[in-house]
Each structure stands twice: as structure tokens, then as C-alpha cells.
């Protein structure tokens, strides 16, 4: 196969608000399963009576992560919120998602800096690749078809929650080159490989929100393909993903839009570490003051964002053909700043039709102590006003944007080449094969 890449200081406690919520804490048990049964078209778990142990999501963890107890945090989160809560992670062994799923996790996130963890330091995926290897297949290519069976594999998994809703939940995102971020063409190229070889329904093609790949968004939603749109970190931004989104629907010529889907990545912490680290060099008391609040803010008006484009006369023309919103996901929910609450990413952007990815920090702790209720649009005012005073303050959100854009992209592609060159030193090691 070819290349598909040729496819183309500490801050100060936060005070209390409504956006940022001190929860309680509550301590959840959870055991360890004794069995993993796997039937031919799905994989189950069985267990005998559970230990008594903390959550533990890790990938490969000897015994699994666990039989969790049968209702938690995430159950509230879907069946009194509406918010679905998703797992960033995924490696091998798969089975591992067993107990999340169990524990009400509804979906799975994964990018080229997962797969680049999770292929680097386990032991997993060496059968495989040395099979491919000496089987002919070049680096990248032997890479694909790794990913491609994770990929498969958890949408076994999470294809009967996609069954119970409709196609409206339990997907798996896999995202396209980062090689192609700038590459509109080889982007679509890229996506409908992709979609082919997983040639499951319940798969997430991710596309970065790139200048470049918003004309892709259009043309892979067009085609039919479902898409998880990410990179997201301006409102400018956000509004032209919905526009693709839109444009795509009417432009794809079916009479049924039903089963055409997709999620809009909005980037929340990342948004506060580079906001924070301005905020610090204006320095003024008023500036320290709103450090830590800018990304759930913007994430607040995002929400308002979402709920004025899917009304109206246009969207019930969609409506009626099938067509369901392209609903908003809180993605880089984990808190980098040790001094925030571990669930300000999480609790204070509950709100229904969303999603809420969370790598294993943050889903522990919203496991743990996490508080489900309506927070997005709790206070609107107050979000409009911090968003406003960090204007007023020469804090330029288009280039917040653009440079979170530019370094998450960066660091993606960084991690792409980190594992192909990993994946080489393993070949040469094995003496198999060159790029």
C-alpha cells in the first residue's frame, strides 16, 4: 500500500463559580474481573465477585482494570444529562475498555500521540508487525494496519451501544495522517481510506479543523463518511466546522441523512495553558484573577454557538431528511495546572446532546468525585464577561487560536514520525525491514 501520508509558577486557587465547581469528594469501589470471554461477533465480560480496589484505566494492566461497581457518575452523566462520556485512550490489549464500558463509558478518542504511547511501549503489537514486516509491508503501511485492528476491534465493543441509540453514540475515531493537515485533497483521499479498510459504522474518520481541511470536512460528510472534527480552539473556528457540516449534508444528494454523523472537537485546557502563561506576563491583579477561566468560558459560548446554528429553517430542512447535529465534545479535558480542581475541564461543561472525552486522570476523578449536573449554560453572563475582560486586557483570542492550532498539530505530527522512526529501530533490530 502506498504511504498514506502521500495520500495525501504556580497559579493562585481558583475561586468558586459556577464555571468552576469545588465538587465533594466520594470514594467509588471497584474489583477486578476473573474472565474475559470473547464470541464471535462480540466481546463480553464475565466475572465472579468483585475485589476491592481503586479504578485503575490503564492499558495492558495485568488482570484488567476492573469490574466496576454497576452505576457511577458517567451512567448520571448520559441518563440525567444527556452528555455522553467518552474514553481518550486506546491499546492493546482492547478488553481493557470491557469494564469501562460497564462503568458508562460510551465512546473511545484516539490521535497520533495515543497510538504512538501505546505502540512505543507495549510489547502488544509485536507479533503483528513482524508479520507484516516479513510479509513485505513498509513502515508506515505495517503502522496502518496496527491501528486499523485497534480501530476494529473497539468498534466491536461499542457497536452495540451504536446499535441501541441509533447511530447516535459508541463510536471510535481514528484520525488521518497529520502529515496532511495542510493537504485538503489528500485529506478526503485519506478519510476514505481510512473508512474503507475499518469498514465499520460505527468509525469516526478525525479531521483536523485546519484552514486546509474545513473544504474536507465538507467533501468526506458529503461522501456519506462520518467525521470527527478536531482541533478545535476558537469560536471562528467552530462556527466554520459547523458550516462544513452543514454544507456537506446538503451537498451529499441523499434522501436519508440518518446515518451520516459527527462530533466537533473543542479543545478546553490547552486554551487556559497558554492564556495563563499571558495572563502572567500582563500581571496585574485583575489578569492572575481570571487565569484558569478562560477555556471553560469560551467553551460556554461555544455551547451557545451550537444551539443558535442547529435551529432555524435551514437545520429543520436537514431534519427532515434524517439529519442529526453535529454535536459539540469537550476534548483535552485533563488539568495540566496541579493547582485547579482535577474536574474543571469536566463538571463545569455538562450540558445534553455533548460529549466529553477523558483521558484516564480526569475520568478517574469524575468517577470519583464528580458532580453531574447542568453547568454550560449555568451562566452565560458571566462566561460573555470573562471572555470580554480578557479581550479588554489585549488577550487576542484569533491568535489564541491560531497557535494552539499550530502547536497541537505539531505535536501530532512529531508524534508520527517519533513512532515511525521507533517502528524502524524495531525492524532493524528483528533485521526485517527498511523504510
Not at 471497584?30 to 476491592?52: D, E, H, M, T, Y
Amino acid at each position: 500500500m502506498a504511504s498514506i501520508s502521500n495520500l495525501s509558577t504556580p497559579a493562585t486557587p481558583l475561586k468558586s463559580s459556577p464555571l468552576l465547581p469545588k465538587p465533594p469528594t466520594v470514594s467509588v469501589s471497584i474489583g477486578f474481573p476473573s474472565k474475559l470471554a470473547l464470541s464471535s461477533s462480540r466481546l463480553s465480560l464475565r466475572s465472579n465477585a468483585p475485589l476491592a480496589a481503586s479504578l485503575l484505566v490503564k492499558c495492558s494492566q495485568v488482570g484488567g482494570n476492573g469490574t466496576p461497581v454497576k452505576q457511577t457518575t458517567l451512567h448520571d452523566l448520559y441518563h440525567k444529562q444527556g452528555q455522553s462520556p467518552w474514553y481518550d485512550n486506546l491499546c492493546r490489549p482492547v478488553t481493557d475498555l470491557l469494564p469501562l464500558i460497564e462503568s458508562g463509558v460510551r465512546g473511545v478518542t484516539s490521535n497520533p500521540a495515543i497510538f504512538q504511547k501505546a505502540i512505543s511501549t507495549s510489547n502488544a503489537y509485536n507479533d503483528q508487525f513482524k508479520e507484516l514486516v516479513q510479509g513485505g509491508k513498509d513502515i508506515e503501511s505495517a503502522y496502518w494496519e496496527l491501528v486499523v485492528k485497534d480501530i476494529q476491534d473497539a468498534c466491536r465493543l461499542f457497536e452495540s451501544i451504536y446499535d441501541e441509540t441509533d447511530g447516535g453514540d459508541g463510536y471510535v475515531s481514528v484520525e488521518v495522517s497529520p502529515q496532511l493537515a495542510d493537504d485538503t485533497k489528500g485529506t478526503v483521499d485519506a478519510a476514505k481510506w481510512l473508512h474503507k479498510v475499518v469498514d465499520r459504522p460505527n468509525v469516526y474518520i478525525k479531521i483536523p479543523a485546519t484552514a486546509a481541511c474545513v473544504p474536507s470536512i465538507k467533501d468526506v460528510i458529503a461522501l456519506g463518511i462520518s467525521v470527527n472534527v478536531t482541533l478545535i480552539f476558537s469560536l471562528s473556528r467552530y462556527e466554520a466546522v459547523i458550516d462544513a457540516y452543514l454544507d456537506g449534508l446538503e451537498a451529499s444528494g441523499l434522501d436519508d441523512l440518518s446515518r451520516v454523523t459527527s462530533v466537533a472537537s473543542f479543545f478546553v485546557s490547552r486554551v487556559d495553558t497558554l492564556v495563563d502563561k499571558m495572563l502572567e506576563k500582563i500581571g496585574t491583579p485583575e489578569a492572575l484573577d481570571l487565569r484558569g477561566k478562560a477555556a471553560n468560558a469560551q467553551a460556554a459560548l461555544a455551547f451557545q454557538l451550537y444551539q443558535k446554528k442547529f435551529s432555524g429553517p435551514r437545520w429543520e430542512a436537514l431534519v427532515k431528511k434524517g439529519a442529526k447535529k453535529q454535536r459539540l465534545l469537550w476534548a483535552s479535558t485533563s488539568v495540566k495546572n496541579p493547582a485547579y480542581p482535577d474536574t474543571l475541564y469536566v463538571a463545569p461543561l455538562v450540558g445534553p446532546d455533548t460529549v466529553s472525552t477523558m483521558p484516564d486522570q480526569a475520568l478517574q476523578a469524575f468517577i470519583d468525585h464528580g458532580v453531574v449536573g447542568r453547568t454550560i449554560d449555568a451562566n452565560v453572563s458571566e462566561a460573555e464577561g470573562i471572555y470580554s475582560a480578557l479581550e479588554k486586557l489585549g488577550i487576542d483570542w484569533s491568535f489564541v487560536g491560531n497557535q494552539l492550532e499550530v502547536e497541537g498539530v505539531d505535536s501530532f505530527k512529531k508524534a508520527f514520525v517519533s513512532l515511525l522512526d521507533s517502528l524502524q529501530e524495531k525492524a532493524n533490530s528483528l533485521k526485517l525491514v527498511s523504510l
